[in-house]
């Protein structure tokens, strides 16, 4: 097992902890706005995270630093899914560990189907983050919110959803066995995007780990290459359709999702 397995056997060792008596006052706010009401019934509403000055937390993909946030929507009333909207992240390195994340504020979009659509919403919630200055802190959160069937527009959440990633071109898959799960390869054509360009590939299998990917350019052709490790350590069958590549540079990102 390499160091970045490890750190990822790590990571999940600190999200079984419980985070109560660690996070220190003060460095978490957590809140939800309460948005409006759309035409074909579903509810755009936020969940607002506020850190102390020089904390972060994380995107859906994290990298081996972070800790990915997870969100439990099933308490609530008159809600059918609840679809999160991440805004384009920042990259960090610490150490020589790449995190991809949040300084100090984010707004995550949400986007609630209802169950119906002329009634109110009891939105309540636990949401688990991770949360980092010079250490990694687990935190777990409950939130509620009573949403009426109208609402107002809210000029923070509608930027929030505009810092959307754009939508790339067609994206090829390679996928070969190694030992212990999977070896894949994407390509794309898509134009440079900078210096600082990173790519990550994520999957909808659940429990995988995925390595940060290794990348490589021919002019408008970039390449991005990863290993994936289910739980079982043994090859798997892949859903190419759910495959996501998503590259980040310069505060932008352009994301494909599926691939043949």
């Keep these: 097992m390499n160091v970045r397995k490890l750190l990822f056997a790590a990571m999940a060792v600190m999200l079984s902890l419980p985070a109560a008596a660690q996070v220190p006052d003060n460095v978490v706010e957590v809140g939800i706005l309460p948005g409006w009401r759309e035409a074909d019934g579903r509810h755009i509403a936020g969940l607002s995270i506020r850190l102390a000055p020089g904390w972060k937390t994380y995107w859906r993909a994290p990298g081996d630093g972070g800790i990915p946030p997870i969100f439990d929507w099933s308490g609530s009333s008159n809600v059918r899914a609840v679809g999160v909207h991440y805004p384009v992240p920042e990259v960090f390195r610490v150490n020589g560990v790449r995190s991809i994340g949040y300084v100090e504020h984010v707004l995550f979009p949400l986007m609630i189907d209802t169950r119906d659509a002329a009634a109110g919403i009891r939105l309540n919630g636990v949401v688990e983050l991770g949360v980092c200055q010079e250490i990694c802190i687990p935190v777990s959160f409950e939130v509620s919110a009573d949403l009426g069937s109208v609402g107002q527009s809210s000029p923070a959440l509608i930027a929030a959803l505009e810092d959307r990633a754009r939508e790339g071109g067609a994206m090829r898959c390679e996928v070969s066995p190694i030992a212990d799960g999977l070896r894949v390869t994407v390509e794309t054509d898509m134009p440079p995007m900078g210096a600082d360009e990173i790519a990550v590939i994520e999957a909808s299998e659940s429990g995988l780990w995925i390595s940060e990917a290794e990348t490589r350019r021919s002019g408008g052709t970039l390449w991005a290459e990863v290993e994936m490790v289910p739980p079982t350590a043994k090859p798997f069958a892949l859903a190419r ?20």
Excluded: D, K, P, Q
Aim: charged fraction near 20%; hydrophobic fraction near 45%; proline fraction near 0%.
């Design 241 to 260: 359709a759910n495959v996501r590549l998503t590259v980040l540079a310069g505060g932008e990102a352009v994301e494909i999702t599926g691939c043949r």
